[in-house]
């Protein structure tokens, strides 16, 4: 076996045996499974799938415009009449109804209803205005229009929107919406997640390594070639079977979402296509990276200096996230174009475009071709500093230090 294999299948074991790794792991399934579990015991309270009986809640009212035609009952709220308002009130503070409204005699011209309540709440819950909304619509419209009518005018458009492809004139594979985003942007955190865990474990390793001297045990034994190729495949081999795992377990995840979720989450289609394209954003990501990180952990003297320096980059990598209803909103935009050329920018940026809309694929081609170009010049700058200044510790060089070494290296 190759002294390259060797570190290879050292990093990797010793990577995966790490528990911050396997909590990890496990974590981000974990969490989705108590998020499910939990949306399924909240749906099953609020929709009194126990059996029990839903309880009537009863809302008085005083119809000084005479307009109540006799409808008073909206699904689990009852409307009880009052002559006045003192009659009301006294049930009111006698809990015989939970809160009553006034229609004014001027109703019809200005729509102002007066709402009397003991509870002091910061705006009409969203139950109370819609069951006193439907109670006037019902009232106003049924002595001369037919329910159905009715139904109709409390919702009177359940607009749906259909993409069609401008080439067949057909509906399109990929109609969009909250649901094709939805998978795209919780992929993109984990990329984000799984390329930095992975690449700043390199980071730390070799920093640790640097900082014991054990760096120097190491590179008597095999060249700066093949430690950092062994290191940056190894790690990210693990990084790759965490992302296996996470994909693996979205789909069982996918399968127990409760009712509540299923509009959302039976609509998301894992396809192929994104799947390889996720797992290739993954692959130059972590590259990018971990290459990157390498040549800092080597310069920084340092694990406090080498985390500072990473910072700088991981902000980066992540700052789509900030823009993230620009990109949305503006998918084709100039800007969300750079960021998805950009090799620092463009793994989150083209996850959240392909969700959103169509992204072209001469940008998809030239974003992997600018990344994997980037991974090469970084390779070849970063060997040159692995091997200048991997071995030097004590202070960290200055910018100027790193270009004149660089030139006679």
Request: glycine share 10%.
């Amino acid at each position: 076996m190759s002294k390259t294999a060797l570190i290879f299948k050292h990093e990797f074991t010793t990577l995966i045996r790490r528990t911050g790794f396997i909590v990890m792991t496990v974590a981000v399934p974990l969490v989705g499974l108590i998020v499910i579990l939990g949306g399924q015991i909240f749906s099953g309270g609020q929709g009194g799938g126990g059996g029990g009986p839903v309880e009537q809640i009863k809302i008085g009212y005083v119809d000084q415009a005479s307009l109540i035609t006799g409808h008073q009952q909206e699904g689990s709220f009852d409307f009880v009449g009052y002559e006045t308002i003192e009659a009301a009130n006294q049930a009111l503070i006698n809990k015989t109804v939970s809160e009553y409204i006034v229609i004014p005699q001027d109703y019809i011209a200005t729509g102002a209803l007066v709402r009397f309540t003991t509870e002091r709440q910061l705006e009409v819950p969203g139950d109370r205005l819609g069951a006193i909304q439907s109670f006037m619509l019902d009232n106003l419209l049924s002595p001369n229009v037919g329910a159905a009518v009715i139904d109709r005018v409390k919702a009177p458009a359940n607009l749906s929107n259909v993409i069609l492809d401008p080439v067949t004139g057909l509906p399109a594979e990929n109609q969009g919406g909250v649901a094709a985003f939805l998978l795209p942007y919780l992929f993109s955190i984990l990329l984000v997640m799984s390329i930095f865990t992975s690449s700043g474990y390199l980071l730390q390793g070799l920093a640790e390594e640097k900082e014991n001297r054990i760096m120097e045990v190491l590179l008597s034994s095999v060249s700066a070639r093949q430690l950092i190729t062994g290191k940056v495949l190894g790690l990210g081999a693990a990084g790759l079977a965490q992302m296996a795992i996470w994909l693996f377990s979205a789909r069982f995840l996918a399968s127990l979402a409760s009712a509540n979720f299923s509009a959302i989450l039976g609509s998301i289609e894992l396809s192929a296509t994104f799947v390889i394209l996720g797992l290739a954003y993954f692959i130059l990501g972590y590259l990018l990276f971990a290459i990157l990180l390498a040549a800092i952990g080597s310069i920084a003297s340092s694990m406090r200096e080498s985390q500072q320096l990473a910072a700088i980059f991981s902000v980066l990598a992540v700052s789509p996230l900030w823009g993230l209803v620009f990109i949305i909103e503006n998918p084709q935009h100039p800007v969300s174009v750079f960021l998805t050329i950009f090799p620092f920018t463009a793994p989150i940026t083209t996850m959240i475009r392909v969700g959103t809309a169509e992204v072209p694929f001469w940008q998809i081609g030239l974003s992997m071709t600018v990344m994997a170009a980037s991974i090469f010049g970084l390779l070849l700058l970063s060997a040159k500093v692995f091997r200048t200044f991997l071995l030097m510790t004590g202070k960290t060089p200055r910018i100027g230090e790193i270009l004149h070494m660089l030139k006679e290296a």
